[in-house]
Every structure is written in structure tokens, then in C-alpha cells.
């Protein structure tokens, strides 16, 4: 990622309008009556979500997890959308901020994906349309535009200006519930999460819930010093554990977006793990760790056939390595471009020319992946053609095609088979089932024909024989 020296070419073309100082002791009054028309609320029609994923997630309601990553919340809130059809469109909500007087508008990248229509309201309550000028997935930070005159914007400061325990304001729109203003301090920066190992986070106390993502972090000043993105919360709710992305970032993001369409980030294709004293002294042949140990090399990544499992990577041109800053100092690599780096191998320091690929996109979100189910009358029951997210979540990532089951009749003959909605149904017999065409057309199973189909459910496969009959 680059960092502050892009922010004065941003700022220089703004024209932006900047809060002032407010003294701490006077409260924050003056500050949000400047910086709060220049919040806005970000207005989502979401694309309906596939039949399959709404399988998955109906089979998968049940289970409890104590994956503590499972608590961190992409703070997108759909007050509207709770009580849609299955497969209709839903609303949601997200916050952002103008930028420069032109209307271009900052929010989270995860507000708007898959949207199928953005709409903006400003702190005056107009409702104006918003076409989406591009948006970066590793640091979740996208781009609007608004035609809408001229706008008041924020000024996008640097969060080196401030320390660990100054004051800062959030201001957003949690639960759909308006423009609301939260303070607290700077909590502690430089914070890394596993969901987005590319980002120093700015971390803060100042409360944050759903509906705040994409509305800005505030110093006394009335500067941006970041984003709000994500939250770390056992009950879904604020509990002073907010994460914020730093102004830097978004200063980089804002500039590559608009001169390029996108941003280009270094990747190596590797997996890492911390290196221990043990592991030390067995690779280095000394207590003190140093490097990060190579577990995976991605056959067709980059670094494949340069790189070994089981090296130690020491450095990347002149920045030590370890497991915890691998991730943001590859992306700071120019992809297309060779890296001297240093490595351990069989105990032997030597120098390696690594070729730096493109960072990928994460995955799509499998809301909106599949599409709408298929009625089987001979089997009574509903399947849709799975993906490899839904696959993936249903734990057979290794499967290739198959059919999810979306809905079953009580007494039909899936359903006293014992299929559940959630299975991955692979093959009819012998038949692999790539398509919902390919199960549609089976005959009507009987006790003196049935119909055996390989099943996978929470990742174990089995056999089940359709009758048509309650099963003993």
C-alpha cells in the first residue's frame, strides 16, 4: 500500500472544507456541526441471495461456533430487508463521507457489493442516485459519485497526527437509526486482524455498531483519520473494540482507484507460519527467531519453483520478514517485477530473485452466488446447482459440481429418504450430477427400484437409497 505522500495530491484538488479545532474540555458540539453534513447514508438494493446459499445457511443455523473470527462483524446493517421473500431483493445500509465538493464519496467496499442499486442521503434528507467509481477489495474501501451540486466535504488527514489516547468522534448511521455521533480515544494503532492481514488498523473505543462501516473516524481537529470497518463483539454490538482503517490507506486506495480504475498489490503465493526458539535452533541453528517458515508454495503461484516448504524467508529487499508483516510487505511490491530476497535453506543463507505476482480478489461473496432452485416432482424435493463457496461452506471443497438441496416436501420421498436441506447430492447412481437438469428427469424411485444417491452432509459422504418409503 502506499502511504501519506499521495494524501497532499488528493487534498491539493479537493477544495475541501475543514472542521476546527475543537478544545476537548468544550466538548464536541462545534466539530459534529461542521463535520456532520458531510456524513452521509449509503442506501443498498442488494441482489436476492441464491437459493443454495439460503440452503446453506438454513442448515447451518444451529450450529454454534466458538472461532473467535467468527465475532468479527462487517458492520452492515438491512433493517428493511429482514422480513423479504426468499429470492426477492433486499435493502441495506451502510455510511460514508463526502470527500470533495464534486461528490465523490468514500464508503466500505462490503456495503456495496453485490448491490444492484446505490442510492446516497445526504444530511439535508435528499435521496440521490450513486454510480459506483470503483472499489478495492483487500482494504475494502470504495468510491461513489454523486451529481448534486456542491457538496461539504472532509478533509482526509493523517493518523500519525494523533497518538494513542487522544480524542477521536465516530459518526455514522447505526441500525438505520439516523446520524448518530460517538467519542472516545485512540485506543491502539498499527492492530492487524486475520480477516485483512494487508491493513494496520487503527483501533478505538469510540462506539461503533452496525451501520457505521464506511463513516469516518475524526480527530479533535475534524480531520479524517480513518474509516470505520469492522468491530470484534461476542454479541454482535458495540464493546469498544472498533477498527478503523487509516487515513494513509485511503489517501493510496483514493488515487490508484482514480488513476488506474483499480490497485495492483504484490503476492507471493506462500502460506507462513511464526517462527519459535525451537524451530530456530532446528532451522537456524540458533534460540533467536528470525524470519517466517515456509508450510505451502501454491503450485501455479509466483514464487512456485523459486521458493520451497521449508525454507526460512528472512527479508524482501531491505525489510526483515516474519509471519505477521509478510502480508503487507508483499503488497507494497509492484507485481510483474523481481524481489532480492534472503532465505534459509538446509541451513544455508543464500540470496533469491522472487518474481512478484498480482494479488488476487478474495473470494465472492457466496450470497449471490448459485442461482434459484429446480423442483424435482419425482423426488418431492428442491436442488440448485452449488458453487464452490457454497461448497466450501458446506465443508467439500474438493467436490466437483453437485446439487444443494433446497427444499423438501415432509412426506415426500426425499424427505423419508432422510435428505435434509443443506445436503450436497454428487451422484444418482453412477451418474455424476454437474446440473439440476440431470436430476429433474429421474424416474419415480419404488421399494423394487430405488434410487441411490451419494450425499455429502457437513463434509462426511454416504449412500442413501430413495424408496419412496419411510426408511426403517
Known amino acids: ?279 530456530a535452533r532446528a532451522l537456524l541453528g540458533r534460540a533467536a527467531p528470525a524470519g517466517t517458515l515456509i508450510t505451502a508454495v501454491m503450485p501455479q503461484g509466483p514464487a512456485a519453483g523459486t521458493l520451497m516448504v521449508g525454507d526460512v524467508l528472512l527479508s524482501i529487499g531491505s525489510a526483515p520478514i516474519t509471519s505477521e508483516n509478510l502480508g503487507r510487505v508483499a503488497a507494497r511490491l509492484t507485481p510483474g517485477t523481481i524481489a532480492e530476497a534472503s532465505v534459509v535453506r538446509d541451513g544455508v543463507e543464500r540470496p533469491i530473485a522472487l518474481t512478484i505476482g498480482q494479488l488476487p480478489d478474495p473470494p465472492a461473496d457466496p450470497r449471490q452466488s448459485g442461482g434459484r432452485d429446480t423442483w424435482v416432482p419425482n423426488l418431492e424435493l428442491g436442488v440448485a446447482d452449488s458453487t464452490l463457496e457454497i461448497r466450501q461452506a458446506l465443508k467439500a471443497p474438493d467436490e466437483i459440481g453437485g446439487l444443494i438441496v433446497t427444499q423438501l416436501r415432509p412426506d415426500g420421498a426425499g424427505a423419508l429418504a432422510g435428505l435434509k436441506i443443506g445436503d450436497l447430492i454428487t451422484h444418482a447412481g453412477s451418474k455424476h450430477l454437474d446440473d439440476v437438469a440431470d436430476l429433474a428427469m429421474v424416474s419415480k424411485p419404488s421399494p423394487s427400484l430405488p434410487l441411490l444417491l451419494r450425499v455429502i452432509r457437513k463434509g462426511a459422504p454416504s449412500f442413501v437409497a430413495v424408496t419412496g418409503n419411510a426408511e426403517p
Not at 493523517?158 to 447505526?174: E, F, H, L, M, Y
Open 1 to 279: 500500500m502506499r502511504t501519506a505522500w499521495l494524501t497532499a495530491a488528493i487534498t491539493a484538488a479537493a477544495m475541501l472544507v475543514a472542521p476546527a479545532a475543537v478544545a476537548s474540555n468544550a466538548g464536541y458540539a462545534e466539530l459534529v456541526r461542521r463535520a456532520g453534513p458531510s456524513v452521509v447514508t449509503v442506501l443498498v438494493e442488494e441482489q436476492p441471495e441464491s437459493a443454495g446459499q439460503r440452503a446453506v445457511e438454513r442448515a447451518s443455523a444451529d450450529t454454534p461456533t466458538l472461532d473467535m473470527r467468527a465475532f468479527m462483524r462487517r458492520m452492515l446493517s438491512g433493517p428493511s430487508g429482514i422480513n423479504a421473500a426468499p429470492g426477492d431483493a433486499t435493502s441495506a445500509l451502510g455510511s460514508g463521507f463526502i470527500l470533495r465538493e464534486d461528490g465523490l464519496i468514500i464508503t466500505s467496499r462490503h456495503v456495496i457489493e453485490g448491490a444492484r442499486a446505490v442510492r446516497v442521503k445526504l444530511a439535508d434528507g435528499r435521496e440521490i442516485p450513486a454510480r459506483v467509481i470503483g472499489a478495492d477489495a483487500t482494504t475494502d474501501i470504495a468510491l461513489l459519485g454523486v451529481n448534486a451540486g456542491r457538496l461539504p466535504a472532509l478533509r482526509l488527514g493523517s493518523s500519525d497526527t494523533i497518538s494513542v489516547g487522544d480524542p477521536v468522534i465516530a459518526i455514522g448511521n447505526p441500525f438505520g437509526l439516523g446520524q448518530s455521533v460517538t467519542a472516545g480515544i485512540l485506543s491502539a494503532r498499527g492492530r492487524s486482524l486475520d480477516e485483512d492481514p494487508y491493513i494496520d488498523f487503527l483501533q478505538t473505543d469510540a462506539a461503533i455498531n452496525l451501520g457505521n462501516s464506511g463513516g469516518p473516524l475524526l480527530s479533535s481537529s475534524g480531520a479524517v483519520i480513518g474509516i470505520a470497518t469492522a468491530i470484534l463483539s461476542p454479541s454482535g454490538g458495540s464493546v469498544g473494540l472498533g477498527f478503523a482503517i487509516p487515513a494513509e490507506t485511503v489517501a493510496s486506495v483514493v488515487s490508484e482507484i482514480e488513476s488506474h480504475g483499480r490497485v495492483d498489490r504484490g503476492y507471493l503465493g506462500i502460506e507462513v507460519q511464526a517462527m519459535t526458539p525451537a524451530l
